[in-house]
């Protein structure tokens, strides 16, 4: 089955900027969208075909694709991006949707 | 506005049976895919099942297939996921989620609910 592998913590200052990546085999050939999730809430759709933001996310937020690995990039951080963030694929070949481990950012 | 309300989770024995439901409102719900995702206390997300926006088309995770049915009542705008021979490891947030599409494919799920908990414990 397909694997998704994120790093599981990520710390930087406020107005830094943060780099959560996500390797996959060839995961360039897919389109990889981007969740943030605060505790006790549900998952928020924050990137969407690799690089596309949903209406109402920030320009802060931006996402790239390429070979083995997705990056989601948040530009000056601020303390309220501070949540899990999780990648994910459709593994066509299996018909299963697959995330990532997750990865928390945490703002110092 | 989209809404998703889940309901059914609480506490059940192992080895017993118990349904979801998911009330969508402000979209189609018969033109999109819906699915299940769940997450462990303190784990990450974890998809579940999915059903295409007719019902002909369904997919499950390995870990409940053959335990677990998704279907849909289009009529109703409703979700459900019925969940049979429970065991300790599927104790989790269940959330509903809709796709971007009709049917399995590429978009995310731009949508969720606040998910309800399922508890399976003795």
């Known amino acids: 089955s397909y694997v998704l592998t994120q790093p599981p913590s990520v710390s930087v200052a406020p107005g830094k900027t943060a780099s959560i990546s996500c390797g996959g085999s060839s995961i360039g050939s897919k389109s990889v969208h981007w969740y943030q999730q605060k505790p006790g809430q549900a998952p928020v759709l924050v990137i969407y075909?690799?690089?596309d933001r949903p209406s109402g996310v920030p320009e802060r937020f931006s996402g790239s694709n390429s070979e083995n690995t997705a990056t989601l990039t948040i530009s000056r951080v601020e303390a309220g991006d501070e949540a899990d963030y999780y990648c994910q694929v459709w593994d066509g070949g299996s018909a299963h949707w697959v995330f990532g481990g997750g990865t928390k950012l945490t703002v110092l | 506005q989209v809404q998703l309300v889940e309901s059914g989770g609480g506490v059940v024995q192992p080895g017993r049976s118990l349904g979801l439901s998911c009330a969508a409102s402000g979209f189609s719900f018969s033109n999109y895919a819906m699915h299940w995702v769940r997450q462990a206390p303190g784990k990450g997300l974890e998809w579940v099942a999915l059903i295409s926006y007719d019902g002909n088309t369904i997919y499950y995770a390995d870990s409940v297939r053959g335990r677990f049915t998704i279907s849909r009542d289009n009529s109703r705008n409703t979700l459900f996921l019925q969940m049979s021979s429970l065991r300790a490891d599927d104790t989790a947030v269940y959330y509903c989620?809709?796709?971007?599409?009709?049917?399995?494919?590429?978009?995310?799920?731009?949508?969720w609910g606040q998910g309800t908990l399922v508890t399976v414990s003795s």
């Open positions: 075909y690799d690089s």
């Open positions: 989620a809709k796709d971007v599409r009709s049917v399995a494919g590429t978009g995310g799920f731009p949508y």
